[in-house]
Nanobody, 124 residues
């Protein structure tokens, strides 16, 4: 059975940090992305990583604060969230795809497998 699953969400004060994990089961994927959704917004792209060479890509809103990385031994992708802001509060989703396409990693429709999401709440 192939699936991806997130963990690591929680409640944190503004300025704090969290690390989210995404475990893939059943296979290794070529592309991983993190997205987030709030009640007010559609699901938006946060970050992506190309498994083969660990190239990373970020939304402007998180660039410099969030870091996506991978651990091949654990078949796990991480999203380190630093300097968290109130507006980072959202459900964070991990997504995966069997292959990489350079120009479409930020598109929700690009990905084949999605985790159920993990809640991140930033308080003042």
């Amino acid at each position: 059975q192939v699936y991806v699953e997130e963990s690591g969400g929680g409640l944190v004060q503004a300025g704090g940090s969290l690390r989210l994990s995404c475990v893939a089961s059943g296979r290794t994927f070529a592309s991983y992305g993190w997205f987030r959704r709030t009640p007010e917004k559609e699901r938006e792209f946060v970050a992506a990583i190309k498994w083969s060479d660990s190239s990373t890509y970020y939304a402007d809103s998180v660039n410099g604060r969030f870091t996506i990385s991978r651990d091949s031994a654990k078949n796990t992708v991480y999203l380190q969230l630093n300097s968290l802001k109130l507006e980072d509060t959202a459900v964070y989703y991990c997504a995966a795809k069997r292959y990489w396409v350079e120009s479409t990693y930020y598109r929700e429709t690009f990905y084949e497998y999605w985790g159920p999401g993990t809640q991140v709440t930033v308080s003042s």
